[in-house]
C-alpha cells in the first residue's frame, strides 16, 4: 500500500537536510494516522514522529524535536519528513507507517501499525 521514496540523496554530512516522502494507495489514506519510525542497526525502532488525518495534530520523538518536521498532503495520498540539522546518531533505515488507530499512541507502538512501507536508508556522516 505504501511506497517510500527519498528526495535529496541517502547520504548527507552532518548538519544537511534530507526530506523523505512516501506515497500511498487506496481509499483509506486520508482517513488514517501516518508516522515516521527508524531502525538502525543494533537497536530497537523508535518512534519518529506521526501525524493524525487531517494534519491538524502531530507528535515528534525526543531525539528528532525541533529538527524534523512530518505532514501529509490528502489530496496527493503523500506524507513527508523533512529532517533538518541531521546528526550521525540519525543514521538508520526510515519506515512510513499507517495506523487505523489513535495517533496520539502511535509512540508506544512501534511494532504494531496496521501498514508499513518499505524502508529507505539514511546515512549521516560526520
Known amino acids: 500500500m505504501f511506497s517510500c521514496r527519498r528526495l535529496g540523496g541517502g547520504l548527507v554530512q552532518a548538519g544537511g537536510s534530507l526530506r523523505l516522502s512516501c506515497a500511498a494507495s487506496g481509499r483509506t489514506f486520508s482517513s488514517i494516522a501516518m508516522g515516521w519510525f527508524r531502525h538502525a542497526p543494533g537497536k530497537d525502532r523508535e518512534f519518529v514522529a506521526a501525524?493524525?488525518?487531517?494534519?491538524?495534530?502531530?507528535y515528534y520523538g525526543a531525539s528528532v524535536k525541533g529538527r524534523f518536521t512530518i505532514s501529509r498532503d490528502n489530496a496527493k495520498n503523500t506524507v513527508t519528513l523533512q529532517m533538518s540539522s541531521l546528526k550521525p546518531e540519525d543514521t538508520a533505515t526510515y519506515y512510513c507507517?499507517?495506523?487505523?488507530?489513535?495517533?496520539?499512541?502511535?509512540?508506544?507502538?512501534?511494532?504494531?501499525?496496521?501498514?508499513w512501507g518499505k524502508g529507505t536508508l539514511v546515512t549521516v556522516s560526520s
Open positions: 501525524i493524525s488525518w487531517n494534519g491538524g495534530s502531530t
Open positions: 507507517a499507517g495506523d487505523l488507530g489513535n495517533v496520539h499512541t502511535m509512540s508506544q507502538r512501534p511494532y504494531g501499525m496496521d501498514y
